[in-house]
């Protein structure tokens, strides 16, 4: 048995930047796929995938019962108390085996009857039945990722990742080549994902000690687990609905056409999501480690120093996708799905909120105010039902503006709610200067646009948003020595001199 060591501050940000450096690379190796399959299949066929991947979102929301929320919480405070987690890595995944069966098994079964709710024909039943093997795989594997998350071992979690979407995007693009069209795109999620799952159940079964009454153990942490863990499955399953609820909203109203432009605008989105929200993964084992050893100071100081390392790397990362919108979507898709790019900037306007709420991961759940996540979970589907009307007014959108003002609702209520239970501090200093500083540099990349705009001179808005962000970082004096001292700790002397001799002094 392999036992994980508790966290400290230099295992949180080294913890991230595994996690950033898998999310880097996995997202540049599924833009350069999205690119490729945008070009290799039709809008509509971009449509049916989009419409397909309901089925391995419904097997998940259904599979899940809240034990992906629920078990980095008990995995990571048992590790903080120097105790075993054996018995509950072993009762969630022994409790998942039915519960993902079930809904899998239905589906398959009624696979036409699916196809023909999707796409308006019981011909694509084929379709749905390799999406449902997909999905039966995928929901296995949030389970063991939430293992490795709870014992603070990103780096694996980081390799599994990368190695994973290789093999996944490899194939897709070898079965296109191959004249498989997109069947076999879900081919080679079943291949990618299948690949990802075995060696997350390698790595978990490492962390398991293994002892004779330890099944035994596992049958009886089921009801607790359960009963602590019902309210974020209902909240799961109100998130989905809520990610889901405007594709159906044009899937329902309007052709595939749209639906396929909207899918591509906000997967490209996604990549500043993804982004942000694994910069703030690392917190929730130290997060939870710390409650389980009662050191409440060292989650207000987490959560201080997070919010400041967040504002300085994701608001120009969200403001810089805004002043580009137009040439990444249409270098990102296609020139068909340029007329999306207003629904990209919208969407990364918004996206500063990112910057400061994955600050706040897995606190709630934490310290054990599930009803509160449930809550949570509502309130943003009740904002986005009243500001509804502005779907027929600015059309698809209109969507991307209901999106944003419920993601800025979630932000607010959420500090709110948790500032009632822990001491919330926000380094207000250096979250105003990062916002200052990226807004300078997005207004001087739309201005340079205005005066020259070419698809080609992408790089060359970025280089250009890139300097003007590191000169207002020097002019602000954004870093200071803690700052270059905790890199050092992470990467080394050279790099922290790097940094001190151009950005600070």
């Known amino acids: 048995m392999e036992t994980p060591k508790t966290m400290d501050a230099s295992d949180v940000a ?57 078990l980095p919480k008990f995995i990571s405070e048992l590790r903080g108390k120097g105790k075993d987690a054996s018995a509950h890595i072993l009762a969630a995944a022994i409790f ?61 979690i980081a390799f599994i990742g990368v190695f994973s979407t290789t093999v996944r995007w490899s194939f897709i693009v070898l079965l296109l080549l191959s004249g498989y069209g997109f069947y076999g795109t879900v081919i080679g999620w079943i291949i990618g994902d299948l690949t990802n799952l075995l060696l997350y159940i390698a790595t978990s079964y490492r962390l398991l000690k293994r002892e004779e009454t330890l099944f035994r153990h596992s049958i009886s942490l089921i009801p607790r687990i359960l009963k602590f863990s019902w309210p974020l499955f209902v909240s799961v399953i109100v998130s989905f609905l809520y990610t889901w609820y405007d594709k159906a909203i044009i899937l329902a109203f309007l052709p595939l056409t749209d639906l396929g432009i909207y899918d591509v605008s906000y997967k490209a989105f996604t990549v500043l999501v993804t982004l942000a929200t694994t910069l703030g993964s690392a917190l929730y ?16 100081s987490g959560i201080k120093k997070a919010t400041r390392y967040l504002a300085i790397i994701v608001f120009p990362l969200a403001l810089g996708l805004f002043s580009t919108a137009k040439p990444v979507i249409t270098l990102f898709a296609g020139q068909q799905y340029q007329s999306g790019w207003f629904i990209l900037a919208t969407l990364a306007a918004f ?24 809550l949570l979970s509502l309130v943003p589907v009740a904002s986005s039902l009243c500001f509804l009307p502005l779907l027929w007014i600015l059309g698809l959108n209109g969507l991307a503006v209901i999106r944003g003002v419920s993601l800025l609702f979630t932000f607010l209520l959420t500090v709110y709610f948790l500032s009632k239970i822990v001491k919330v501090e926000i380094d207000k200093e250096a979250v105003l200067k990062a916002l200052a500083s990226s807004a300078i540099m997005a207004t001087t990349v739309l201005i340079i646009q205005q005066v020259y705009y070419r698809l080609l001179l992408f790089p060359v808005y970025v280089a250009i948003g890139g300097v003007t962000y590191f000169i207002c970082i020097r002019i602000f004096k954004v870093l200071n020595e803690s700052d270059v001292s905790l890199i050092e700790k992470i990467v080394g002397k050279r790099i922290a001199t790097i940094v001190r001799k151009t950005l600070i002094t």
């Open 14 to 70: 080294s913890g991230s930047i595994y996690l950033t450096v898998q999310s880097v690379f996995t997202n540049l190796i599924g833009v350069f796929g999205i690119t490729y399959l945008a070009r290799a299949i039709t809008q509509e066929q971009m449509g049916m995938l989009t419409a397909i991947t309901l089925v391995n979102s419904f097997v998940q929301v259904m599979s899940d019962f809240g034990l992906a929320s629920s």
């Open 96 to 156: 998942k085996v039915p519960i993902t069966f079930l809904p899998c098994l239905l589906l398959f079964v009624f696979s036409g009857e699916v196809s023909n709710t999707l796409f308006g024909t019981a011909n694509r039943f084929d379709l749905v039945r390799l999406a449902v093997i997909d999905s039966f795989i995928l929901g296995f594997t949030p389970i063991f990722n939430s293992v490795l998350l709870g014992s603070g071992l990103m780096k694996r």
């Open 285 to 300: 084992p130290f997060y939870g480690m710390a409650h389980g050893k009662k050191d409440e100071e060292a989650i207000v």
């Open 351 to 374: 996206g500063i909120v990112y910057g400061l709420l994955p600050a706040f991961t897995g606190l709630l759940v934490i310290y054990e105010k599930t009803k509160t996540v449930l």
